[in-house]
């Protein structure tokens, strides 16, 4: 009984979907009445703004190079200021050319001067003869529209940012758009909802400074009236405590992992200072094999969809100019620059402050601050060192092996489910030079070494195809989380190239493709994954992880002779016994 309830409303769901979408579609055919024809477009991007509108058509349009094809004529290139015309054009809905435009506008020109555009063109259409009504409603209604996916999709990254230019769209909404379009108002208000969400979803739940986040029991809340603080770098993403305790709170908060750490004796010519895993490494408190596959990978799934929900598409374009780039997958050790590594980092406001412009950005102006990127690499890395940490402190190869089986059955496990990342980052910890040296890698299951080989293929599948996570229809109702650097490389190679023609105007297709690209992430956060959380196993996971997350994987390893091969001296004297018997022989 309950299976087939789960069905209707599985089924229902999909009903709902095929709606919304249908009405979707159906707001888009009508809104696309109000598109201008091609050969106004000159006419409406030269006028000038403090002149009544009189649009006439032109067969040529020096600001923009269309190409023939068996639909019409598509755009292929243009001046920002063609550009910026082809926003009211008829087909630009259908096309998706307002929302790649607002993706990558930013290669060519800054969020105030499309906003100058805009409102001259509106203000322009205010006055204009009896035989232009008609084209007046249209750029009047196109203008709303415009806004309209301006504020939805971008408000985070163009008027969150710039206090300024939101108190003009305000005042040119309530002073310019309603009194012509009571449309106005609607726009209004989405303003003040993402206002809303700012001021109220803007940092995390931490506590006070009497109490850290290490002595506060996991299940315990924050009183209501304690006043939120911010989030700064991985570390507040992984929900660790700050560094800089006093000795007596270390002494008090040393539970977990750092019961199972031994400090080295200085007398052995060690570091005092040094944790270092004794030969025991108890897990009592906390053990994977006691939690099951399917659970770790929902958890840890939903830890990624935390961190990864804080990231705007934009944030994926022009990672090469903060030096995210292919040494990201080839150094481990591999950290952020000089400049960013010493800001601190806030997972809900770092955008909003204006980065310095680095050397050889591919933006008119960066104002896009690149850390929640580079927090999501971080993350990715302190997960890859923590697994490839708790393989190398396992006592016996009976327990590496198992541990090897539980991290590459939650890898496939993460993988069925659409979490590539975290799937990638368990790959990137087994692959690690130390890890794959163990001797139980020989032990490991027929089995689990055929899910290891399937894994290293689907990895290698990612890396080689941009478009596999939206291919086909079986992505649309599923939840994704995508590999964060490999979706970054695959940014990056399009963005190779000079973005001009020889003439100076703007490759339009190249730009498109780009917006394409990174509008998977809008598509991908459409949907998330709703598995119950289980905040206490998550609290002891990134506990784990923290405890783990300076220790060094080679002085790690040397405390364990389950990491070294065994045997090597009598197999050479089996050998050496061979050569003798040869030589007798001979």
Same mark, same amino acid.
């Given at each position: 009984m309950v299976s087939k309830v789960g069905k209707q409303i599985a089924e229902m769901n999909k009903k709902i979907d095929f709606l919304e979408s249908a009405k979707r579609h159906l707001e888009m055919l009508y809104a696309e009445q109000w598109g201008l024809d091609h050969s106004l477009l000159y006419s409406f991007s030269s006028c000038?703004?403090?002149?009544?509108?009189?649009?006439?058509?032109?067969?040529?349009?020096?600001?923009?190079i269309f190409q023939p094809s068996r639909d019409g004529n598509v755009l292929q290139a243009g001046t920002p200021l063609g550009l910026f015309s082809y926003l009211f054009a008829r087909q630009a809905l259908l096309e998706g050319y307002l929302h790649h435009f607002f993706y990558t506008y930013r290669y060519f020109a800054t969020a105030k001067e499309i906003f100058k555009f805009i409102t001259e063109r509106f203000n322009s259409a205010l006055s204009v003869s009896v035989e232009?009504?008609?084209?007046?409603?249209?750029?009047?209604?196109?203008?709303?529209?415009?806004?309209?996916?301006?504020?939805?999709?971008?408000?985070?990254?163009?008027?969150?940012?710039?206090?300024?230019?939101?108190?003009?769209?305000?005042?040119?909404?309530?002073?310019?758009?309603?009194?012509?379009?009571?449309?106005?108002?609607?726009?209004?208000?989405?303003?003040?909802?993402?206002?809303?969400?700012?001021?109220?979803?803007?940092g995390v739940v931490m506590y006070d400074n009497a109490v850290t986040e290490e002595e506060r029991p996991v299940n315990q809340q924050e009183p209501e009236k304690e006043p939120?603080?911010?989030?700064?770098?991985?570390?507040?993403?992984?929900?660790?405590?700050?560094?800089?305790?006093?000795?007596?709170?270390?002494?008090?908060?040393?539970?977990?992992?750092?019961?199972?750490?031994?400090?080295?004796?200085?007398?052995?010519?060690?570091?005092?200072?040094?944790?270092?895993?004794?030969?025991?490494?108890?897990?009592?408190?906390?053990?994977?094999?006691?939690?099951?596959?399917?659970?770790?990978?929902?958890?840890?799934?939903?830890?990624?969809?935390?961190?990864?929900?804080?990231?705007?598409?934009?944030?994926?374009?022009?990672?090469?100019?903060?030096?995210?780039?292919?040494?990201?997958?080839?150094?481990?050790?591999?950290?952020?620059?000089?400049?960013? %590594?010493? &800001?601190?980092?806030?997972?809900?406001?770092?955008?909003?402050? =204006?980065? @310095?412009?680095?050397?050889? /950005? $591919?933006?008119?102006?960066?104002?896009?601050?690149?850390?929640?990127?580079?927090?999501?690499?971080?993350?990715?890395?302190?997960?890859?060192?923590?697994?490839s940490c708790e393989i190398l402190c396992c006592s016996s190869v009976k327990t590496q092996v198992a541990l090897l089986s539980k991290f590459i059955h939650i890898a496939k496990t993460c993988y069925d489910l659409r979490n590539y990342d975290t799937c990638v980052q368990i790959m990137e910890g087994l692959d690690n030079v130390l890890v794959k040296q163990v001797p139980a890698w020989r032990n490991l299951p027929s089995k689990v070494n055929s899910i290891m080989q399937e894994l290293i293929a689907a990895k290698m599948?990612?890396? %080689?195809? &941009?478009?596999?996570?939206?291919?086909?229809?079986?992505?649309? =109702?599923? @939840?994704?989380?995508?590999? /964060? $650097?490999?979706?970054?490389?695959?940014?990056?190679?399009?963005?190779?190239?000079?973005?001009?023609?020889?003439?100076?105007?703007?490759?339009?297709?190249?730009?498109?493709?780009?917006?394409?690209?990174?509008?998977?992430?809008?598509?991908?956060?459409e949907r998330q994954f709703r598995y119950e959380a289980d905040s206490e196993l998550q609290a002891l996971i990134r506990q784990r992880i923290m405890e783990f997350q300076e220790q060094d994987l080679h002085m790690l390893a040397s405390q364990q002779l389950s990491n070294f091969h065994h045997g090597e001296k009598s197999s050479r004297k089996f050998h050496d016994a061979l050569k003798r018997v040869r030589a007798s022989l001979q």
């Open positions: 000038a703004s403090t002149e009544p509108m009189q649009l006439e058509p032109s067969e040529e349009n020096p600001l923009l232009q009504q008609e084209n007046r409603m249209k750029v009047h209604c196109r203008a709303i529209d415009i806004i309209q996916v301006w504020i939805e999709g971008f408000y985070d990254m163009d008027f969150k940012t710039d206090s300024e230019m939101t108190q003009q769209l305000v005042h040119f909404i309530k002073y310019k758009v309603i009194p012509v379009d009571p449309q106005g108002e609607c726009l209004l208000q989405l303003i003040e909802r993402h206002q809303h969400r700012e001021e109220t979803a803007n939120a603080k911010k989030m700064h770098s991985f570390r507040a993403a992984l929900g660790l405590p700050k560094r800089g305790l006093s000795a007596s709170k270390k002494e008090r908060s040393k539970v977990g992992v750092i019961s199972c750490l031994s400090s080295k004796d200085s007398s052995k010519g060690q570091t005092s200072g040094v944790y270092l895993p004794s030969q025991s490494m108890e897990k009592d408190w906390f053990s994977l094999s006691e939690h099951l596959t399917a659970t770790l990978a929902y958890q840890l799934t939903l830890m990624q969809q935390d961190v990864f929900s804080k990231v705007h598409a934009v944030h994926f374009m022009n990672s090469r100019a903060y030096g995210v780039g292919v040494e990201s997958t080839t150094n481990p050790m591999f950290r952020r620059t000089t400049a960013i %590594s010493q &800001s601190k980092l806030d997972l809900d406001q770092t955008d909003q402050v =204006d980065a @310095p412009n680095p050397s050889g /950005t $591919l933006f008119v102006e960066s104002l896009y601050n690149s850390d929640l990127i580079v927090t999501l690499l971080d993350y990715a890395r302190t997960m890859s060192h923590w697994v599948f990612l890396k %080689s195809d &941009s478009q596999c996570l939206v291919e086909g229809e079986s992505h649309r =109702d599923k @939840p994704t989380l995508p590999c /964060t $650097l490999l979706f970054l490389m695959h940014v990056q190679q399009l963005e190779i190239g000079s973005f001009t023609l020889a003439n100076g105007m703007f490759k339009w297709t190249k730009m498109k493709t780009i917006g394409k690209l990174i509008d998977q992430i809008r598509v991908f956060k």
